[in-house]
């Protein structure tokens, strides 16, 4: 009786930890890419990103290895890095290769529709419940990202071709919170992260001969010292930290609900390149912003469609 009393609280504060989480995932993801776009006024897209990669594999391994948690390797469970080939893998490599040809008007509004995708997704595949509650808190937030993402960029160098290769990344990054809420109870977030961020380097690293051929390799002898350490600096922030913080918070939410969360992404995003690249905030940004933490909050306390915490196996250490 003990035991389970100890295990129940343990759920109730990981529940209760869990929008905190996901707030702290959105603000590493913000900020993280406005650090990425500083980034590629040096670095050639791809390349950022394998080295990102590479960066938060080496720290998320790393961690595994000092956490020293008995974890069962079996192929079974190996193989669910799969994952991690849609996002951070295809999602960010079409990502990248979108976001150099096309506007960024055009991409802010795009990439903005990735939790809306995920909801859809989540409603179909998992059977996950919207209740019109939800569903009027979700079109709020949605309002409040269209707003900061519509004014958050010049419309300049517009193409089809560029928006197609967004859309694909998203409905890559949608299909990766929707496949992951089926998993996360396989391994624990940190070990699954590691592997998926694997998974996810081999996959942007298949793609690179294609980038050094279309001239990316021309641009290596002029990236800086501090560009490098820039590069592995956001791919522990972007990639290692986000992610982790993402899966740990998936435990305990819904993909419904966690990808309502991810809407304050812009939020972070705008505030990040006001704080570091010296951008203006307009009045429509703050409205925007408005919204959505107004959605976030009445998120939190909305008594419909509360998702309860996922039950998960825990290691019995006494009995009563």
Known sequence: ?????????????????????????????????????????S???L????????????????AVLLSKTPVNWSWANIRLGWIGILEPGLAYV?????????????????TATEPIMTIILAWMLLREPLGRRTLGIVAVAMVGTLIVSLYGGQAQGQTLIGDAMLLISVLCAAFYGVMNRQHITH????????????????CAVAFLPIAFMAG??????????????MAIATGIVQYALAFLLYMRALKHLTA?????YLMAVPLFGITGGALFLGEQLSLAQMLGSALILFALIKLRTAPE??????????PETAQC
């Open 43 to 45: 670095f050639p897209p």
């Open 216 to 229: 990316e390799a021309n641009q290596l002898a002029d990236i800086t010292a501090s560009g490098w350490l």
């Open 1 to 41: 009786m003990l035991n389970q009393l100890n295990i129940s609280m343990r759920r109730s504060v990981g529940y209760n930890a869990a929008p905190i989480t996901m707030l702290l995932c959105a603000a590493c993801w913000g900020i993280g890419t406005v650090m990425s776009k500083n980034n590629l006024l």
């Open 305 to 314: 469609d509360t998702p309860a915490p996922l039950s998960l196996p825990m």
């Open 47 to 62: 390349l950022l990103l394998v080295v990102q990669l590479m960066a938060s594999c080496a720290v998320l391994w790393t």
């Open 94 to 110: 079409f990502g990248m290769f979108g976001l150099a040809r096309t506007s960024a008007t055009s991409a802010s509004l795009i």
């Open 256 to 260: 419904t609900h966690a990808s309502v």
């Open 187 to 202: 391994l624990p977030p940190l070990h699954m992260t590691a592997v998926q961020h694997t998974f996810g380097l081999l």
